[in-house]
């Protein structure tokens, strides 16, 4: 019964992005909302639907929305990631790659300092939600600012909730 739920929320999830893309055929999607533990312990949670629609006209067009945040620590301040509009989607099994433009946003002492730039997500669907394999889906982000060499990077593991990488088959 609880896989038929998974299922049935997934499937409303996808018809859901394909609403909101507008009329026209889903090629590709990714979303998730996930909690992440990197490697070197930071922690953040990203919230996404990312969806690569061909349009009536014959246009492909990309969209959707992405928030990434990372809490603030003892070490470093809240960061946060919010993309759009986006440039692209691709997808290759499991995995799913998009960009486009970003705002990073820098919680200080002295308010939000916003620094605005191009960011590039990786998306790697190893798992299913009910599934206990002990591998676990992945998120890795790139930011790289438009008029400074400031980066930042994140990659991690799920530790809580689902990603989803989905293509049309031919």
């Known amino acids: 019964m609880k896989q038929w739920m998974t299922v049935f929320a997934l499937g409303f999830a996808v018809f859901g992005i394909a ?12 979303h998730g909302k996930v909690g992440m533990l990197s ?24 969209r959707g929305r992405f928030r990434f945040e990372q809490p603030a620590t003892d070490k470093t301040p809240k960061t946060v990631i919010e993309m ?12 799913a790659r998009f960009g486009g433009r970003a705002v990073l946003i820098v919680h200080t002492q002295n308010g939000p ?10 998306v790697n669907d190893l ?3 009910n599934e206990t394999k002990e591998i676990k889906d992945v998120l890795e982000i790139h930011f790289k600012a438009k008029e400074t060499d400031l980066t930042f990077d994140f990659g991690g593991a799920v530790q809580r909730g689902d990603l989803v990488v989905r293509e049309k088959k031919a």
């Open 113 to 122: 300092r916003k620094v605005n730039g191009e960011a590039v997500v990786n």
């Open 19 to 30: 609403q909101e893309a507008g009329r026209g055929d889903v090629l590709a999607v990714t």
């Open 84 to 95: 759009g509009p986006f440039a692209n989607l691709g997808v290759d099994g499991t995995k």
């Open 127 to 129: 798992k299913h939600p």
């Open 39 to 62: 490697r070197d312990g930071r922690r953040a949670q990203a919230d996404f639907e990312v969806v690569k629609v061909k349009t009536e006209k014959g246009d492909v067009v990309v």
